[in-house]
């Protein structure tokens, strides 16, 4: 990480890491605000290995709610230069506002060196958990493609809870059904 980046660090660090269908470029996903952020916007990162260099995209993330925050819990590759990102709020049960799956997509979108004002990526909705499945467990931490087009969320229970794990049936990315 840049140390320009690095010392911006608060609490929240990396809450998902993907790759693209080469594997040429790592994409992280930062959990919250840090220092440089404008309040509602958190980075995703892309490191390119072969020339160890780091660039950045602001994200916008939903409304928190009143006693809450929201935060990006995964970063999962879908192809075409788009992903799925998990945004949740840190709410259970009653109290859950958020707990959402947005694709975005980085096509020619240029990321931003540390140090500059990262370009901000515009998301589309894709499932409201909340909504259409009633996924009111706090962490929703994890998302996976299948190999067969099936899109996989799972929560984390810090050891203390129901843990579920869901498929989730009839979502499109780039006007392909999965």
């Known amino acids: 990480m840049?140390?320009?980046?690095?010392?911006?660090?608060?609490s929240?660090?990396?809450?998902?890491?993907?790759?693209?269908?080469?594997?040429?470029?790592?994409?992280?996903?930062?959990?919250?605000?840090?220092?440089?952020?404008?309040?509602?916007?958190?980075?995703?990162?892309?490191?390119?290995?072969a020339t160890q260099q780091w660039a950045f995209f602001h994200y916008p993330l939903d409304a928190a709610p009143a006693d809450g925050w929201v935060g990006l819990s995964e970063i999962t590759?879908?192809?075409?230069?788009?992903f799925l990102v998990v945004e949740?709020?840190?709410q259970q049960r009653d109290n859950a506002?958020?707990?959402?799956?947005?694709?975005?997509?980085?096509?020619?979108?240029?990321p931003a060196p540390a140090g500059r004002i990262p370009p901000t990526l515009a998301?589309?909705?894709?499932?409201?958990?909340?909504?259409?499945?009633?996924f009111r467990l706090e962490k929703i931490e994890g998302a996976a493609l299948t190999e067969f087009?099936?899109?996989l969320v799972v929560n984390d229970n810090d050891g203390a809870g129901e843990t579920r794990l869901l498929r989730l049936p009839g979502l499109s990315f780039g006007g392909q059904p999965r």
Do not use: C, M
Request: negative net charge; aromatic residues 10%; hydrophobic residues 30%.
């Open 2 to 10: 840049p140390e320009a980046i690095n010392q911006q660090q608060r």
């Open 12 to 49: 929240n660090g990396f809450e998902g890491v993907t790759t693209n269908s080469s594997g040429a470029q790592v994409y992280v996903a930062f959990q919250r605000e840090w220092a440089d952020d404008p309040v509602g916007y958190v980075k995703i990162g892309r490191y390119t290995p």
């Open 77 to 82: 590759w879908l192809g075409d230069e788009t």
């Open 88 to 90: 949740r709020d840190n």
């Open 97 to 110: 506002q958020r707990k959402r799956l947005y694709s975005v997509s980085v096509a020619g979108v240029t």
């Open 123 to 134: 998301k589309t909705l894709a499932r409201d958990l909340l909504a259409e499945d009633d």
């Open 149 to 151: 087009g099936h899109l």
